[in-house]
């Protein structure tokens, strides 16, 4: 078991150290990744919009009068969003009030699917209009590309940290057991 189950307070908040923090980033890596997979190359492939996160990004620090460089888009959508806040927003905030008022009763993919669309109205509902465009981008095709990758990035990101969680220390790295 990794320290991102042990607790240092009576709030069942994980522990904050380096261990955390790492998982945070390889879940956050792979759940960005899988976001981006889908809203960038399988959407489109499929005839579906294409996703411009970082474009939001842009967006967003062009609003707040901050550079709003390609380089600056990618930087908040990839690292600040991907890497750093939605995984403090699923460790430190949705999971400990999940825990809260569910349990374990539902398992990690109903709750993580949930917490994905949280994101979605989040940046969609909340950022655009932020960041000068319109409310949930006027329920265009991107909007439920973004639904769909927010989704898919909740369960992804819940994966990889109950994967680790549960892989035990003298397994062999290839070994990840089946999420549950």
């Known amino acids: 078991m990794t320290n991102y189950d042990d607790t240092n307070n009576a709030s069942g908040l994980p522990a904050f150290n380096t261990t955390t923090l790492g998982l945070m980033f390889v879940a956050g890596f792979f759940a960005t990744n899988a976001f ?11 005839g579906f919009a294409t996703l411009s996160p970082h474009g939001l990004a842009k967006s967003l620090l062009g609003s707040l009068g ?3 460089s390609d380089f600056a888009g990618f930087f908040v959508h990839f690292y600040l969003v991907g890497l750093i806040g939605y995984p ?3 460790l430190f905030i949705f999971r400990p009030l999940w825990t809260r008022l569910f349990g374990d009763r539902f398992g990690g ?3 993580s699917a949930i917490y994905g669309f949280g994101l979605w109205i989040f940046a969609i509902g909340g950022i655009t209009v932020l960041a000068g465009l319109p409310f949930f981008l006027n329920f265009s095709g991107i909007t439920w590309v ?3 990758g927010h989704v898919l990035y909740g369960i992804v990101l819940v994966a990889v940290l109950n994967g680790v969680e549960r ?14």
């Open 66 to 68: 901050l550079p709003a």
């Open 36 to 46: 981006d997979l889908f809203g960038q190359v399988i959407s489109p492939a499929l």
């Open 146 to 148: 973004a639904l769909v």
């Open 167 to 180: 892989r035990p220390a003298n397994a062999p790295s290839s070994v990840v057991p089946a999420y549950t």
């Open 109 to 111: 993919f109903i709750p």
């Open 88 to 90: 403090v927003g699923w």
